[in-house]
């Protein structure tokens, strides 16, 4: 059994977000950087969790520069076996998909794992791209992932409840909240990751399909209006004649 | 050249999703000299069909297979390329919901149009074809250029809510070549929680955290949410401690939900609880803490017990309401 996971370096859940440049890029000082969190706690726990009870091969993916480095060796620490950085800034979402997928192509993977989406440009579409480009059954936003065989039954997340349904491998999965449970690594891990192997890949020729024009903050809200407990009957007016959404 | 529109539906209903993204659909085909066309797949209503019309669609292409009840990623984008094709479509909208999620990717990638996922404008075409988007889980908004021949924009639902107004639509049947062998994931159940609305489609959420201490309480919300005819949600801790099911819980692992009144009781407001919901249009916050940053991001605030809070607000929305 063969594993990819992509995975993607994201400012933390808490940083501030503000930009520079004239509002074009983002301001990466003082900034930490995380492995995207769908990505870590569930394509790649899942990932390992497979690996401990039905064994599998774990290979890490990412396409970004150098600075994705400190990222892929804490995936490697967490239990990925072998990791592979495509040497290329992450342009845009298209772009990122066929560089995964021209890595991926004659790799003979059963299972490729994605987060959901990532935290920062909220695409949710490299899972979707990777499987078409590789003309790959894709089952989206998925809480769950059962293995039988060959045979994957998966949970995904329709509009108002799941969808329970059943594909052979191999397949592209995005993940989500209930595919595993967080974990952190530990020192064993750490250590191991230092000699774990953790390849530069050069890019294949790509096109990208947008650009980000700039970037803007949302207006700042003017406050809020507190009302007094015992005049519940203010707050229904507000909301009645003031807002008018109810 | 036109503008193809994915109206998704449910049980043969049209979603509102996909009748914002239908009116958007034709908004954008006006701005380009266009025509609009919903394409809709699986089993519908002729009236719910014809009623494209209303919001825009001056043509519906429908598939009537029976096949397509369920999304079928790889499926449904064959379809909707093939459909593409046909109409010469030059821009595809998807609602950017579960089945925009799973389906608009794919299409981007066979059509290799670029893709603005979570839209929330119109495009400006006066340099180019810019679209705003969602980013850092609605903490910021990009200014996206599309510069690829085809593009396709999904549509963050609850941006622009559909009106109806009075257009006549044709419905004209479409039969795709689909074979069985193309259907690769098989749907074996569908479990949705019926009679409840969805909440990613809801105009009035109510939800409740930590501070209503345990799933005994949670008769007073939804009494409340009953009187105003809203959906109920969670936070994060809520649903980790099995008090309401995943599937309520909203936040930055969660849902993200965005609807025009969302009331936080007993929620203290951690940032990645914002970031599921900081696209609601009124937020109200009723928590007893006056420190907890929820107040910071609402526009309507109670310092106050909940327990003695919610039900007389609930008694109020019945007054007002007239019942």
Known sequence: MKILVCISKTPDTTAKIAFTDNNTKFNEAGVQFIINPYDEWYALVRALELKETIGADVHLVTVGGVDCDPIIRKALALGGDEAFRINADSADSYYIAAEIAAFAKDKQYDIIFTGKETIDYNGSGIGGMVAELLDLPYVSIAAKFELSGTKATINREIEGGEEICEVSLPVVVSCQKGMAEARIPNMRGIMAARTKPLAVVEPVAAETLTSIVSFELPPAKAGVKLISPDNVDELVKLLHEEAKVI | ?323
């Open chain 2, 1 to 323: 050249m036109s503008i193809l529109i994915f109206a998704d539906q449910a049980q043969g209903k049209i979603k509102k999703a996909a009748l914002e993204a239908v009116q958007y659909g034709a908004k954008v085909a006006q701005q380009l000299g266009t025509t609009a066309t919903a394409l809709v797949l699986g089993p519908a209503d002729n009236a719910e069909l014809t009623a494209l019309g209303n919001y825009g669609a001056a043509k519906v292409l429908h598939v009537a297979d029976a096949r397509l009840h369920e999304v079928e990623s790889g499926v449904f984008t064959k379809i909707i390329a093939e459909a593409a094709g046909k109409e010469g479509a030059q821009v595809i909208v998807f609602p950017h919901n579960f089945d925009g999620k799973a389906i608009a990717p794919r299409v981007a990638a066979r059509l290799k149009a670029g893709l603005v996922a979570g839209a929330v404008s119109y495009p400006d075409t006066s340099n180019g074809f810019v679209v705003k988007k969602n980013v850092f889980s609605g903490k910021a908004f990009a200014n996206v250029n599309i510069t690829s021949e085809k593009k396709i924009i999904s549509l963050i639902p609850n941006t622009f809510p559909a009106v109806a107004g009075s257009g006549t639509a044709t419905v004209e049947a479409f039969t795709p070549a689909v074979q069985d062998a193309d259907f690769k994931v098989k749907v074996l159940k569908v479990e949705t929680v019926s009679g409840d609305i969805p909440l990613t489609e809801a105009e009035i959420i109510v939800s409740g955290g930590r501070g209503l201490k345990g799933p005994e309480n949670w008769g007073i919300l939804e009494d409340l949410a009953k009187a105003l005819g809203a959906a109920t949600a969670s936070s994060r801790p809520v649903a980790d401690s099995g008090w309401r099911p995943h599937h309520e819980h909203v936040g930055q692992t969660g849902l993200t939900v965005r609807p025009n009144l969302y009331i936080a009781i007993g929620i203290s407001g951690a940032i990645q609880h914002l970031a599921g919901v900081n696209g609601s249009k009124v937020i109200v916050v009723i928590n007893k803490d006056p420190e907890a940053p929820f107040f910071k991001a609402a526009d309507y605030g109670i310092v106050g017990d909940a327990f003695e809070v919610v039900p007389k607000l609930t008694a109020a929305v019945k007054q007002l309401k007239g019942n």
